[in-house]
């Protein structure tokens, strides 16, 4: 099964909101991405997780905040975005970060800052 | 030279059609390469790894020559549901870790 699974499907939120997305896999594997995708445009990484600890931070600003609270579940928290963070946020898995093993995508939460 | 580079597209054949999607990558330490397929609005998924051997799927053959540094994807006999971005992407290495470096994807649209 390489499933993962992401929730909220679709999220609006306003400037002042503070909201979370969530992520989950049973695959076992052990390094877990942010993407963000804006239309026409391929994945951008943001944060990636290695044995629960962050790894990886792609200069994102501060109002994004990871969380990797075990092996299983990666969340990330928002909080005063603004309307040009609109996107798709994708969260992928693979079995380890130090090799490129494929990795495989939820199915993404869209999100429109109003 | 951006890291990796698609034919933007898009692509448009008749159902039953071949049709070739070409791909250069910068980078000559990559190790690891990938075809992924995103229909619109969806999460991409997992198409096919691509071997130094080059590698077939059913109606799907993937090649790679690390020389020119060049990856390609041939579909053979279009069907309708073949319709979507096709995205190339390749591993980055890294000090200690590996990341995926997406192009910008090939649309392909399939007609009856």
């Known amino acids: 099964d390489t499933e993962v699974t992401q929730t909220p499907k679709h999220l609006v939120m306003g400037m002042t909101n503070k909201k979370s997305l969530k992520c989950e896999q049973h695959?076992?594997?052990?390094?877990m991405y942010w993407y963000k995708q804006k239309a026409k445009k391929p994945p951008e990484l943001m944060f990636v997780?290695?044995?629960?600890?962050?790894?990886i931070n792609e200069s994102v600003p501060s109002r994004f905040s990871p969380e990797c609270p075990n092996s299983s579940l990666l969340n990330l928290h928002l909080h005063a975005l603004q309307p040009e963070d609109s996107a798709l946020y994708l969260c992928?898995?693979?079995?380890?970060?130090?090799?490129?093993?494929?990795?495989?995508f939820g199915p993404g939460t869209r999100l429109t800052v109003t | 030279r951006k890291e990796v580079e698609q034919d933007p597209g898009p692509f448009n054949v008749p159902e039953g059609a071949t049709v070739a999607f070409n791909c250069t990558y910068s980078n000559s330490a990559s190790q690891s390469f990938f075809w992924y397929r995103q229909d619109c609005r969806k999460e991409p998924k997992l198409l096919m790894s691509v071997y130094s051997s080059g590698n077939e799927d059913g109606r799907f053959t993937a090649q790679l020559n690390r020389a020119s540094q060049y990856i390609s994807l041939l579909i053979r006999d279009s069907k309708l549901s073949d319709s979507a971005t096709y995205l190339c992407v390749v591993n980055s290495p890294r000090s200690g870790y590996s990341t995926l470096t997406f192009g910008k994807g090939t649309m392909l649209l399939v007609s009856p």
């Open positions: 992928a898995s693979s079995q380890e970060l130090r090799t490129a093993y494929e990795q495989y």
């Open positions: 997780y290695s044995y629960e600890k962050l790894s």
């Open positions: 695959m076992g594997h052990r390094a």
